[in-house]
Structures are given as C-alpha cells and as structure tokens.
C-alpha cells in the first residue's frame, strides 16, 4: 500500500460513485500491515491483509507475526507474498523461505494467501505445492502468466485476479489467458496505485478504474459488464469469506 496523491476517503467515495461497493486493501510490509487494518476499521467498505511483499526489505516476518496480525476479523487474507525474481537477482532463498512462512501462516489461521509472481513460474508453483497451500487456496494477484500456470493455480483451489494490463494493447496473449479462465475462478483488480488500465495508462491508478478492467473482461467472456460484476463480487466473497463480517465490525465500530 503506497501513499495516494488524494485523501483515502475521496478515493473510496469516487469508487464507490463508480459502483464499487467493496475494497480490499493490501500489505505490502509488517508495518503497513497495521495500516491496512486501520484503514479497514475506518471505512466500512474496506477489508484489510496483512504480509510482506516478496521485495520489502523491513524486519522478516516469521508465522507467529503473521498469524498475529491475521487474528484481527478485519484480515480477510495473508500477502501480499509470492516471488519476484524481477527485480531481484542472486542468492534468492530468503525470499522463497518468506513465502513458505506466508503460506504456513495461511494455513495456521484459515485465510486465504495473495500471490504475487513474476519471472518465477516454476518456483511459485512448486513452493504452493510443497507447502500445501491449496489448503488455503487464494488468489493469483494482477495474473501475467501462461494459462498453463492459471490452470495448476486453479487446481489448487486458487483464483485468477487480471489488472489493468488486461487492456494494454500489447497484452493479447494475456486476453487469450483470460478468456480461457472459467468464470467462477475470475477475479478483478486495479493493483492501485500502479498499471492504470486504458484510457488511464500513465496515471496513477485508484479503485474506481477497476470498471475498465470489468469491461474489457465482459466483453472477452461475451457477457454484460453487469454480469462480469455480478460474477465476480460472488467470487469476491466466497475467497474472502470474512470480508462480509469485516464489513460489519467495522460499521459497528
């Protein structure tokens, strides 16, 4: 989670105005962990996760941290975690011991796992089945990889999340992944603040952009936008299966 260049509140209220109607804010850090789960206690709209992305270079987050910060009812979900080797080169085992602690602390406290890979195919796939994270399940975030990959991900009980690139024009071998993918294991995102979707490319991305991803994924499945949204808000919260209770501790609050 980055700082926006608006009040968070502008931002949820303009998602919402946009017909977004739930939010999920994710970590990037321990320590913007505790500010993911402020935020959800803020705004009922909004659910929280808490983890370390594979690239933060803060304190290393053990099980015990993670469950600890999971035990919260507004964390619906462990990650952002997974792999990079983008970004990343060398001696890369701590960085692979970082998600097998995720995926352990997924499966400890029963909350699904958000999985970031880039340049790691094969490594992500065989840490998620090492560690048995199907037992988690989860979400393939901001997806870029082959349908081959798409399609072990999903026989491991995860989701497939498509961003913006989805409608780069570059990225026709991304739709060709995503118009394979059924549509009850489809799942939407912005990956706010990066990867603007078109006609935003080159802005700072925000939650209510989220509709051209929609869009672009209706018109691949050859189904109305409406029904894209219907479909994956359904899908939404039968991962996060405690988004809806976080919801409502957090109105009550």
């Not at 919402?16 to 959800?40: C, F, K, P, Y």
């Not at 970031?116 to 975030?141: C, F, P, Q, W, Y």
């Not at 990959?149 to 690139?165: E, L, R």
Request: hydrophobic share 40%; charged share 25%.
């Amino acid at each position: 989670m980055l700082d926006p260049v608006e009040p968070t509140d502008v931002i949820i209220q303009r998602a919402q105005d946009a017909g977004v109607r739930h939010l999920l804010t994710v970590a990037i850090s321990l320590a913007d962990s505790l500010r993911t789960l402020e935020l959800a206690e803020r705004f009922p709209a909004v659910s929280a996760s808490v983890g370390a992305h594979p690239s933060d270079d803060g304190p290393e987050p053990t099980v015990a941290d993670l469950v600890r910060l999971a035990q919260s009812p507004l964390a619906v979900a462990i990650g952002e975690t997974g792999l990079d080797y983008h970004y990343n080169k060398g001696d890369l085992d701590w960085q692979r011991e970082r998600f097998r602690q995720h995926i352990r602390a997924a499966r400890e406290i029963g909350k699904p796992l958000i999985v970031h890979t880039r340049d790691a195919r094969d490594d992500t796939l065989a840490i998620l089945k090492e560690e048995n994270a199907s037992e988690a399940g989860g979400v393939m975030h901001c997806f870029t990889e082959n349908y081959d990959m798409a399609a072990q991900c999903m026989d491991m009980g995860f989701y497939i999340s498509f961003s913006g690139i989805v409608t780069f024009r570059n990225a026709e071998s991304l739709r060709e992944v995503a118009k394979k993918i059924p549509l009850e294991r489809l799942l939407i995102e912005t990956d706010s603040p990066f990867l603007a979707p078109v006609p935003h490319r080159g802005k700072q991305n925000q939650p209510a952009y989220v509709r051209f991803v929609a869009e672009q994924l209706a018109e691949l499945h050859d189904i109305s936008v409406a029904e894209l949204g219907r479909i994956t808000t359904e899908n939404f919260f039968k991962l996060f299966t405690q988004a809806r209770n976080a919801n409502s501790i957090a109105a009550s609050s």
